[in-house]
């Protein structure tokens, strides 16, 4: 009855931490680069559960003690400790009744890469990745890497993200747009190469983007705030990014990939389940209390 008891209540919390993630989905459904998040829980390991009662063949098992057994047969000469009084504990030669599941839990927090729909802008420095990919910013904690391509220009000509982040070039540096440059003539190629054409009509090469991707997906992680962080192995190695298999689309934004209907079709599933863990757990409190207080009652 105890372990009926905590394992709805695992059911309770696991359904508990898959709707915060949910929520955190639907908040960030209008959020551009966003890569929605899927809980995946797993199974404890299930418990063998055998009668104790009786043999394989139901046959009664007595207490061997003295050299006989219950049945009068000669026995050993030793107590046999799993048998007593017709009771029998011996998980080995006891039936099995079946497994017994004893709830689950949150195995990890997995991201979802699909591609999202994209949303023509038409402003310069909004860049879109249609494939795999990530643009690489410097935070105060070091570089991090967002799917986000909402860039400006500040004041000191300095590209940056909405979070006032300086967008990395190629070999780590800042990427500065002369300010003489009409963004008209600003030119993104698919490689994040950024040029402009001068007054004699020839490209002139401002920089280029760094834009990388991971070989494995495992090798970066989501800190929040729409950033990703390369993750360091067991060695303390942290994963280093290679150039991007993507293209990058000028004038264009990537929208989220959450999709609001089946987050809500979620939110309510796991809603229902929640409420089938809570009133086992009601039920079993129940059974518990009518245990300790009438069928363990002493008539006097």
Known sequence: MWRGLYTAATGMITEQQRTDVISNNLANAATTGYKHDKAIHREFENMLIRRVYDHEDGGTVGMVADGFNSLGNLGTSSVDVTQFKGFNA?????????????????????????????????????????????????????????????????QNGVLQDIRGYNVLGRNGNNITIPRNVSREKIVVTS?????????????????????????????????????????????????????????????????????IVREMVELIHNHRVYEANAKAVTTQDTMLDASVNQVGRIGG
């Open 90 to 154: 011996d998980p080995f030669n006891s039936p099995a009744i079946g497994r017994l599941g004893l709830g689950d839990y949150i195995d990890e927090i997995a991201v979802d890469y699909s591609q999202g729909a994209f949303e023509t802008t038409g402003n310069t420095f909004d860049l879109a990745i249609a494939g795999q990919g990530f643009f690489a910013v410097q935070t105060p904690n070091g570089v991090r890497y967002t799917r986000n391509g909402a860039f400006f220009v500040n």
């Open 191 to 259: 490689d994040g190469s950024i040029s402009y054409t001068n007054n004699n009509g020839q490209q002139q090469q401002i920089g280029q983007l760094q834009f990388v991707q991971f070989a494995n997906r495992l090798q970066i992680q989501k800190q929040g705030d729409n950033l990703f962080y390369a993750v360091a192995d067991n060695n303390g190695n942290v994963a280093q990014p290679q150039q991007a298999t993507g293209e990058i689309l000028q004038g264009m934004l990537e929208k989220s990939n959450v999709e």
